[in-house]
């Protein structure tokens, strides 16, 4: 069993950058690859960025270039720096973790980004 706790989110101006934090506890973090997702209002919700166990990291294509996945396995905790935040990046995002071999997934309770002027 994993807990995820999000937090980071929060109102910013377009152009402008958020770094957003999952911990993670109740199991062994560095076997799981971490994922962050995002749903906008009325849509799916779909990955962002993905890092494995190893810090091999993968990217959606609209954030490529702004955004960066990293983990700190000492501190049970990966992040999302995202720059350049255009409003089209509004949406609530998730911290997601997937054991890569037993095939459970675990989710956080979200985080609000919200990009406006």
């Known amino acids: 069993q994993v807990q995820l706790v999000e937090s980071g989110g929060g109102l910013v101006q377009p152009g402008g950058s958020l770094r957003l934090s999952c911990v993670a506890s109740g199991s062994i973090f560095s076997i799981y690859f971490m994922n962050w997702y995002r749903q906008a209002p009325g849509k799916q919700r779909d990955v962002v960025a993905t890092?494995?166990?190893?810090?091999?990291?993968n990217y959606t294509d609209s954030v490529k270039g702004r955004f960066t996945i990293s983990r700190d396995n000492a501190k049970n905790t990966v992040y999302l720096q995202m720059n350049s935040l255009e409003p089209e990046d509004t949406a609530v995002y998730y911290c997601n973790a997937h054991h890569p071999y037993i095939g459970l997934n675990y989710w956080g309770q979200g985080t609000q980004v919200t990009v406006s002027a």
């Open positions: 890092i494995s166990s190893g810090g091999r990291t």
